[in-house]
């Protein structure tokens, strides 16, 4: 059952995007933080009430800093979905994954004892790192042009700050927050740092007709988060850690179908490499950290 919830946390979350990369040519990415936190908040505040689950919580500061980095990612992430191919931007989302890795070969090298072994244990964690970055620049070579060169680099850094969240819903999650709660203040987190946004960037002309896209993006994306840490609540197992890139294979026949991207052949090696890179590195990290933490969109 753990593994039907990620995907259909991952079809949410990418069903999502979709709604994203068509409301972005009436609304900039923080006025859709903004609208995805605050009816996402509604969203959550009406289930947590049938749930009977309290919003009281004892941990603010770390939903405070969970909200921040995740905020971060959901920004950068809506922001390179209005500039990019749906399949890319969600492939470079999903790349949180490998920079855990990363880390993980970055821990080794500043603890490394030559008596230890603990660099040769870490032999496959550096290849599923090289795998996944010989991915990116397959991916963005052949699907971006050059005037999406910027977005390209913030869709990177949507998956870097995906990684960070990783490491605070762990805790969250180790602390027995419902999931009601714990996405409800995510929500919230997403709210604020969209109104400050707003605040600096301005508020785009207001049309009913295209802020209906808005509705679905809230629903899609609370749908999605509240699915993710369903599946994750009994602890990650191999499997549903793995299937959360199905939601590369949506955002790709979405980008095709709907959008009609043309994605090259070298991108599409590019996305498998990736999504091989990324089940290898869940694999290692589920080796080094049982209860592995879910991805924040």
């Not at 602390?175 to 508020?203: C, D, H, I, K, Q």
């Not at 896209?213 to 840490?229: I, K, N």
């Not at 955002?251 to 052949?265: M, N, R, W």
Request: glycine residues 10%.
């Amino acid at each position: 059952m753990q593994a039907l919830w990620m995907v259909l946390a991952s079809f949410a979350f990418a069903t999502m995007a979709v709604c994203v990369k068509v409301a972005s040519d009436w609304f900039n990415a923080s006025e859709l933080v903004f609208w995805r936190g605050l009816l996402g908040m509604l969203f959550m505040w009406l289930f947590a009430r049938r749930q009977g689950v309290s919003l009281r919580t004892a941990h603010g500061g770390m939903h405070a800093w969970r909200s921040l980095v995740g905020v971060l990612s959901l920004g950068a992430w809506f922001y390179a979905i209005g500039g990019l191919p749906l399949a890319t931007a969600m492939t470079l989302n999903y790349l949180s994954s490998v920079w855990i890795a990363a880390f993980l070969v970055g821990g080794a090298l500043v603890t490394w004892n030559p008596r230890s072994g603990s660099m040769l244990r870490q032999g496959p964690v550096a290849l599923a790192v090289l795998a996944g970055f010989a991915g990116v620049v397959l991916l963005l070579r052949p699907t971006i042009d050059k005037d999406q060169l910027f977005a390209g680099l913030v869709g990177l850094l949507s998956g870097l700050a995906s990684a960070f969240a990783y490491l605070q819903v762990m805790a969250l999650g180790k602390l027995g927050e419902p999931e009601a709660r714990t996405v409800f203040y995510f929500a919230l987190g997403s709210a604020l740092a969209g109104a400050v946004g707003v605040a600096l960037t301005g508020v785009s002309p207001w049309d009913w007709l295209h802020a209906a896209w808005l509705l679905p993006v809230g629903l899609f994306a609370s749908l999605g988060q509240w699915c993710m840490t369903r599946a994750y609540s009994h602890g990650a197992t191999l499997v549903v850690a793995s299937l959360q890139y199905s939601g590369i294979v949506f955002g790709a026949i979405y980008s095709v179908v709907l959008f009609h991207d043309t994605i090259a052949p070298m991108g599409w090696i590019g996305m498998a490499l990736i999504v091989a890179s990324g089940v290898a590195a869940t694999i290692l990290r589920e080796r080094a950290a049982p209860n592995a933490p879910a991805e924040e969109h």
